[in-house]
Nanobody, 127 residues
Framework: VQLVESGGGLVQAGGSLRLSCAAS????????MGWFRQAPGKEREFVAA?????????????YYADSAAGRFTISRDNAKNTVVLQMNSLKPEDTAVYYC????????????????WGQGTQVTVSS
């Protein structure tokens, strides 16, 4: 299984970035996908997640950390095996390495229950 993030970079406060995660080696639609971030000296924290598409009532359900709600949008394209995090109105406190993760179960906010991780992409927001 491989998860590859892209789209990070340097942006001014108030700007936008679009992170993508390309997945391979797994049946993508059966996995819940999450985005997490980790700033220097801090623990990895939940940002957003989207449920797997397995015909259950939770198909496509999305979940956000309070810090991301209203500014970030997570989406998935099962045909392309990708998950996207659109980040708007970025703030300096959003600066972190952002990670994509996959879980073969229901969506969750705890990093420890995710099965696979990408290598991360740096997001830096200048004031």
């Amino acid at each position: 299984v491989q998860l590859v993030e892209s789209g990070g970079g340097l942006v001014q406060a108030g700007g936008s970035l679009r992170l993508s995660c390309a997945a391979s080696g797994l049946t993508f639609s059966r996995y819940s996908m999450g985005w997490f971030r980790q700033a220097p000296g801090k623990e990895r924290e939940f940002v957003a997640a989207i449920s797997r598409s397995d015909g259950s009532r939770s198909d496509g359900s999305t979940y956000y950390a309070d810090s991301a709600a209203g500014r970030f949008t997570i989406s998935r394209d099962n045909a392309k095996n990708t998950v996207v995090l659109q980040m708007n109105s970025l703030k300096p406190e959003d600066t972190a390495v952002y990670y994509c993760a996959a879980r073969g179960g229901l969506t969750a906010t705890m990093p420890a229950v995710y099965d696979y991780w990408g290598q991360g992409t740096q997001v830096t927001v200048s004031s």
